[in-house]
């Protein structure tokens, strides 16, 4: 099955800073990659996705990327802000594949 | 708010004791997805249904057990509760059977505590 990396498991960053988290998968037949916010104690919320046909996709301070060649995928939040801080965990899904492979996530912590 | 219910929110039990954790799922949605998440730990896939059939498993254990049922809830059964099994239960549901066709929606979860 699809193996998701990711990395740092935790980012401290001054507010306003940028953020970048990265994972790797090993299939290649991955297609489907979103990332989830989680804050504390809450439910992971979806906040972003790209599909394999699109190299780059941005909503306000978020964008992710993706590189099919190299098999990985990056989350960047600019302009930090406190509400920010939370778990992050990308996940991947190849073609056909009824299921997310997450990654194990990486703790987030926006300094005021 | 996600749309996606799930009872009890919390829920204390002694090792050895079964408990059955139930999931309404978004209108319209015919998937659902429970996860296992302990203590600042990933999203550890059990199990998915689409429209009332099991579609697909992951490290769910032998004690563990769920169903969908025609009105499209959910319920997930664990017993023989270890205190391993203490964790926070998510269900997710989504309108179609693949991840990559419509996205997940989670809920708020159900915190399981085994002493």
């Known amino acids: 099955g699809e193996n998701v990396e990711q990395h740092p498991s935790t980012l401290s960053v001054q507010e306003g800073d940028s953020a970048v988290i990265k994972c790797t998968y090993s299939?290649?037949?991955?297609?489907?990659f979103p990332w989830y916010k989680q804050e504390l104690g809450k439910r992971p919320q979806l906040i972003i996705d790209?599909?394999?046909?699109?190299g780059e996709k941005k909503d306000q301070r978020i964008a992710v990327t993706l590189n099919k060649t190299a098999k990985h995928f990056s989350l960047h939040i600019t302009e930090t802000q406190p509400e920010d801080s939370a778990v992050y965990f990308c996940?991947?899904?190849?073609?056909?594949?009824?299921?997310?492979?997450f990654g194990t996530g990486t703790r987030l912590t926006v300094i005021p | 708010d996600s749309g996606v219910t799930q009872t009890p929110k919390h829920l204390i039990t002694a090792t050895g004791q079964r408990v059955t954790l139930r999931c309404s799922p978004r209108?319209?949605?015919?998937?659902v997805y429970w996860y296992q998440q302990s203590l600042d730990q990933g999203l550890q896939f059990l199990i998915q249904?689409?429209?009332?059939?099991?579609?697909a498993k992951g490290n769910i254990l032998e004690r563990f057990s769920a169903q969908q049922f025609p009105d499209l809830h959910s319920e997930l059964n664990l017993s023989s509760l270890e205190l391993g099994d203490s964790a926070l239960y998510f269900c997710?549901?989504?309108?179609?059977?693949?991840?990559?066709?419509?996205?997940?929606?989670f809920g708020n979860g159900t915190r399981l505590t085994v002493t």
């Open positions: 997710a549901s989504s309108q179609r059977e693949e991840p990559r066709i419509s996205p997940l929606h």
């Open positions: 299939d290649s037949a991955s297609n489907y």
């Open positions: 790209i599909r394999s046909n699109v």
């Open positions: 996940a991947a899904t190849p073609r056909g594949a009824n299921n997310l492979f």
């Open positions: 209108s319209g949605d015919l998937s």
């Open positions: 249904y689409y429209n009332g059939e099991e579609r």
